[in-house]
């Protein structure tokens, strides 16, 4: 199996509210609430980091979760949320997107 690493998706936008991630789709306006895992993996998302060390290093050491299947649950909500375009999923490196001249302050 491939190593997948995931990024957030630059066109959304996001804050956190009581430890929960919310998550407006810049595509259609849809609001999402994310637990405290996919908060975790949101806030871990950097796009070089790959989705296994993710998982090893940030939620299997916050939950009681074995490896695989934390590994595979993570997988499985990564890409639901890149389905929705909140996350970049790749078998590859994401470069990170600099922001643009003018943007948001």
Excluded: Y
Aim: aromatic share 4%.
């Amino acid at each position: 199996m491939s190593r997948l690493f995931v990024a957030r998706n630059p066109r959304v936008a996001a804050r956190s509210l009581d430890g929960e991630m919310m998550i407006m789709s810049g595509r259609d306006s849809t609001l999402f609430t994310l637990n405290k895992t996919a908060t975790i993996l949101w806030q871990s998302a950097d796009g070089t980091t790959p989705l296994d060390e993710i998982v090893q290093h940030r939620i299997c050491t916050e939950f009681e979760v074995e490896p695989a299947e934390a590994l595979q649950d993570a997988e499985t909500l990564a890409r639901e949320l890149a389905s929705h375009e909140i996350l970049q999923v790749s078998e590859e490196p994401i470069p990170q997107r600099n922001p643009v001249a003018g943007g948001s302050r």
